[in-house]
């Protein structure tokens, strides 16, 4: 298993980097920022991002939620307890509150690796090969009563969560599809981004983003639809606005 760690205070690195060779894990390279951060994982393409939430810039949710996929396995590491939802909501492998000690850090190893054998990563090539990206989705076939609707992806301003169902806004209704948001975005690609721990918005559709309490934000449509935006997904947001 190869980690990166992410995470602002040299001493907070310097502890868990220890913690980690003690139990087997080699540290590929370290980084202070989510820029930092970026560049190391395309230099080390590590299996596991131990990841401080609170950062300067672009914070570790944000990061975690824009990472391109095949992305690493993510292990939060924060002195806050309030970011377990919406951590865990991203696919978080682990939320790690500090100070954590060595046998709960094992736990979230033995999770990592868990997941790693579920799931292996790719094989890493002695050279670089242009990658082959899948296919997105141009369309969704959406079961309805008495029938099913063919909804262009082009269509959609806006998906939201509803328990095991996904509300797609459009300006001709709001259809449920049943599936996760994760597997959903995954289908559509880049086009859409993560905007709430509820929400997902389609990036080509946004005319403005108005400013809110608390490092919140609205997304206004070209639509008219407002969409809302928690300050976790914001960097992300922007990132994907270019």
């Known amino acids: 298993m190869r980690a990166l760690i992410v995470d602002d205070e040299?001493?907070?690195?310097?502890r868990l980097r220890r913690l980690l060779e003690g139990a087997g894990v080699t540290v590929a390279a370290e980084a202070a920022?989510?820029?930092?951060?970026?560049?190391?994982?395309?230099?080390?393409?590590?299996?596991?991002?131990?990841?401080?939430?609170?950062m300067p810039g672009m914070s570790g949710m944000?990061?975690?939620?824009?990472?391109?996929?095949?992305?690493?396995?993510?292990?939060?590491?924060?002195?806050?307890?309030?970011?377990a939802l919406p951590?865990?909501?991203?696919?978080?492998?682990?939320?790690?509150?500090?100070?954590?000690?060595?046998?709960?850090?094992?736990?979230?190893?033995?999770?990592?690796?868990?997941?790693?054998?579920?799931?292996?990563?790719?094989?890493?090539?002695?050279?670089?090969?242009?990658?082959?990206?899948?296919?997105?989705?141009?369309q969704l076939l959406v079961p309805e009563r008495?029938?099913?609707?063919?909804?262009?992806?082009?269509?959609?301003?806006w998906i939201e969560t509803a328990d095991n169902y996904l509300i797609l806004h459009t300006a001709k209704g709001q259809p449920l599809l049943r599936k996760t948001m994760g597997a959903l975005l995954a289908e559509l690609g880049p086009g859409f981004v993560r905007c709430h721990r509820r929400a997902a918005v389609q990036t080509a559709r946004i005319e403005r983003v108005l400013a809110r309490a608390h490092g919140d934000c609205e997304l206004l449509?070209?639509?008219?639809?407002?969409?809302?935006?928690?300050?976790?997904y914001r960097a992300a947001v922007m990132a994907a606005l270019g």
């Open 10 to 14: 040299e001493p907070a690195r310097a």
């Open 33 to 54: 920022d989510a820029g930092d951060a970026r560049r190391q994982l395309a230099a080390h393409a590590p299996d596991v991002l131990f990841l401080d939430i609170c």
């Open 62 to 83: 944000a990061l975690a939620a824009s990472l391109p996929q095949p992305a690493p396995l993510v292990v939060f590491t924060t002195a806050h307890d309030s970011y």
């Open 87 to 138: 951590a865990f909501d991203t696919g978080a492998a682990d939320y790690l509150l500090k100070p954590f000690d060595a046998a709960r850090l094992a736990r979230a190893i033995e999770r990592v690796r868990l997941r790693l054998v579920a799931a292996p990563p790719a094989p890493r090539l002695a050279l670089p090969v242009a990658p082959h990206p899948a296919p997105h989705l141009a």
């Open 146 to 157: 008495g029938g099913t609707t063919v909804l262009p992806v082009r269509d959609i301003g």
């Open 221 to 232: 449509l070209d639509s008219g639809m407002r969409v809302p935006c928690s300050r976790q």
